[in-house]
């Protein structure tokens, strides 16, 4: 069975900086693109950025230049380096990790880290 837990999200004012970790664990998977979505109060679920195996980045326009998506392949793990936050970026972080895993392609979500921005 695999799991996908994200951590390092709180409360931080606005300008300041935060890093989230997601991690995928299990046994005989492999880590294709993992990314990162965000779902504000009221408002649907939006891709954040996401990575893959080789590297690859995209984000979306609301965080391009602020945030910063990277991986550990060896640790199945993808960061999210969040800078000059806004109170805009409020929101449930949920990491999305592409697996295949007993040759079948899926995709796992992990439980969501809460991110507020406030003064």
């Known amino acids: 069975q695999v799991q996908v837990v994200e951590s390092g999200g709180g409360l931080v004012q606005p300008g300041g900086s935060l890093r989230l970790s997601c991690t995928a664990s299990?046994?005989?998977?492999?880590?294709?693109?993992m990314g990162w979505f965000r779902q504000a109060p009221g408002k649907e679920r939006e891709s954040v950025a996401h990575i893959t195996r080789g590297g690859s980045r995209e984000y979306s326009q609301s965080v391009r230049g602020r945030f910063t998506i990277t991986r550990d392949n060896a640790k199945n793990t993808v960061y999210l380096q969040m800078n000059a936050l806004k109170d805009e970026d409020t929101a449930i972080y949920y990491c999305?990790?592409?697996?295949?895993?007993?040759?079948?392609?899926?995709?796992?979500w992990g439980q969501g880290t809460r991110v507020t921005v406030s003064s």
């Open positions: 299990g046994r005989d998977f492999t880590a294709h693109v």
């Open positions: 999305k990790a592409a697996l295949t895993t007993a040759g079948v392609l899926g995709d796992y």
